[in-house]
């Protein structure tokens, strides 16, 4: 990718954004103005991060060939998360847009299928009932994640491994419940929609995505289609309670917090205006310390 062909990302108003995004983006220092040249020098410092490690990982490939394990290795390259690089006004991670959830997962190996990319959704909890199929180990019960193999070896998307005692269903889950968001977050990606819902799943407006029409996620169609919405939510408390996680949760970061404020003492006000949002927070200190007090 050359410089001039970095694509600087739409974003919405501030006035627009959805709540969780808002915050997120205040928290990470990102609703200040930025030039164009700025938003492509952060994009470019991350793509030139990316060649770095494709080119780590032609060396392990190209040790591996030179030492003769190559055909006899099974390589798994993947990471933990993205980076939006000002997607949505934000950088880093912690949101379930595309930029920060979807990741890199590439397979080679003795008994994978090659030039093939599988257009199923799948997650990180399946790399480990992955590795223990390819090492041949029994799966033990109630595993989140679903063996790979099937479908590297370019069988039946819904055929489940010798291992396994069901198929892999059609959607994969993702929450995260942590630091510049400001609820529990949960997200259903299925097809070509993703959902998202937060908390309680009333107080804070979801958000629906076709990524077939909308790979930037930038219309939330949740309001458009209820019935999909619905279908979606069900399947999500299916699996996970999340209502009732999301108070637990909430109740741990409020004991937390006081905890942690009391620890400090005298110096709590200087601490948290120095934290992470510091910018953004010396704008009115004293009505932030009032947010937090009222919340507590």
């Given at each position: 990718v050359t410089y001039e062909a970095i694509k600087i990302p739409r974003w919405s108003s501030l006035s627009e954004m959805h709540p969780v995004d808002y915050y997120s983006s205040y928290t990470k220092n990102c609703t200040g103005e930025f030039t164009n040249q700025e938003v492509r020098n952060i994009r470019a410092f991350y793509y030139a991060m990316c060649a770095e490690t494709d080119a780590m990982l032609g060396e392990i490939i190209s040790a591996l060939r030179d030492a003769g394990l190559l055909k006899t290795t099974i390589v798994v390259f993947t990471a933990d998360h993205g980076e939006l690089a000002m997607e949505h006004r934000q950088f880093y991670k912690m949101s379930m847009y595309e930029g920060s959830s979807h990741v890199p997962l590439l397979v080679m190996g003795p008994g994978i299928k090659e030039q093939q990319q599988v257009p199923n959704v799948v997650s990180l909890v399946d790399i480990y009932p992955t590795m223990l199929d390819i090492a041949r180990i029994p799966l033990p019960q109630n595993l989140s994640g679903y063996s790979l193999i099937p479908l590297l070896r370019g069988k039946a998307d819904r055929e489940a491994s010798p291992t396994e005692a069901s198929p892999r269903p059609s959607w994969v889950l993702s929450e995260f419940h942590g630091c510049n968001v400001n609820s529990s977050t949960y997200m259903l990606r299925t097809g070509k929609w993703k959902y998202i819902t937060y908390s309680d799943g009333h107080s804070v407006p979801p958000q629906l995505f076709d990524l077939?029409?909308?790979?930037?996620?930038?219309?939330?169609?949740?309001?458009?289609?209820?019935?999909?919405?619905?279908?979606?939510?069900?399947?999500?408390?299916?699996?996970?309670?999340?209502?009732?996680?999301?108070?637990?949760?909430?109740d741990y970061n409020k004991r937390q917090f006081i905890r942690w404020k009391k620890s400090l003492g005298q110096n709590y006000s200087?601490?948290?205006?120095?934290?992470?949002w510091h910018q953004d927070w010396l704008k009115d200190p004293?009505?932030?310390?009032?947010?937090?007090?009222?919340?507590?």
């Open positions: 077939s029409e909308d790979p930037d996620e930038l219309t939330n169609i949740a309001v458009k289609f209820p019935a999909v919405v619905h279908s979606l939510d069900k399947t999500l408390r299916s699996v996970v309670n999340y209502p009732k996680v999301s108070s637990t949760v909430q200087y601490v948290i205006a120095n934290l992470r004293k009505k932030y310390e009032h947010a937090i007090d009222k919340w507590l």
